[in-house]
């Protein structure tokens, strides 16, 4: 309980949100690496799932493929990659690691969606007319969106958790209050930086809940 309360005081201390060493600079720091690391893994991922969705081919081996990177610690690949010339380049190992880590959630989920449309509604589609294009953007992928928007929802989840590595490579976020408490052997910041990542996790869950709430009900919506 002392170490609970260690750790509230700490949290509770005014200076250790400001500054640039401060609560909120390093949130800042963490939202931006998550923004960027989805919104690159979303752009590499969710097209590619959607069209195997919508033809029906290589879509297997495609989700198998992007699982098997699950079976690789995501900071043995950050490792690795900094020891490659792209560690010279800022964060940018630790951007390629988080996008690699959040890609299967996405393809499997989106490629699922895809696949369980009503068959019925796209054959309906495709007799009245529609081209294989119209049916992707105007049938199929709404239909979709709820299981789209889970894998999403996984994968930013997942972003925000894993992206305090950034920190065992000289980056920002939330794990350089982990890192430093450690250097300083300061168990309360260790376990208020764990918190912080924490609700920071819950609060985009609650976000991506609310936004699924909004969205229609299609092929997805059992999941």
């Known amino acids: 309980m002392n170490t609970l309360a260690d750790a509230w005081s700490w949290l509770t201390t005014p ?15 963490h939202l931006h690496l998550t923004v960027v690391c989805l919104v690159i893994s979303c752009a590499t ?11 029906g081919r290589g879509g297997a081996l495609a989700v198998n493929l992007s699982n098997i990177g699950r079976a690789v610690p995501t900071f043995a690949v950050l ?11 800022g964060q940018w190992p630790t951007v390629v690691a988080l996008v690699l880590f959040a890609v299967p959630p996405l393809l499997t989920n989106a490629y699922v969606g895809m696949r369980e449309v009503d068959r019925d509604v ?76 924490a609700v920071f996790a819950l609060v985009v869950e609650g976000v991506f809940e609310v936004v699924r709430r909004l969205v229609p009900h299609g092929a997805g919506g059992r999941m």
Do not use: C, K, Y
């Open 45 to 55: 991922a969710l097209p590619v799932a959607l069209v195997l969705g919508h033809t």
């Open 122 to 197: 796209v054959s309906a589609a495709r007799g009245m007319g529609m081209t294989g294009r119209q049916m992707l953007w105007r049938v199929e992928a709404p239909l979709a969106l709820p299981l789209i928007l889970t894998g999403v929802r996984l994968a930013a989840v997942q972003l925000v958790a894993t992206a305090t590595i950034a920190a065992l490579a000289g980056g920002g976020g939330l794990g350089r209050i982990i890192t430093a408490g450690f250097n300083l052997a300061s168990t309360p910041q260790v376990v208020a930086g764990a918190v912080l990542v």
């Open 79 to 89: 490792v690795l990659l900094t020891l490659t010339p792209l560690g010279r380049h």
């Open 15 to 29: 200076a250790n949100w400001a500054g640039d060493e401060g609560i909120w600079h390093r949130l800042a720091q």
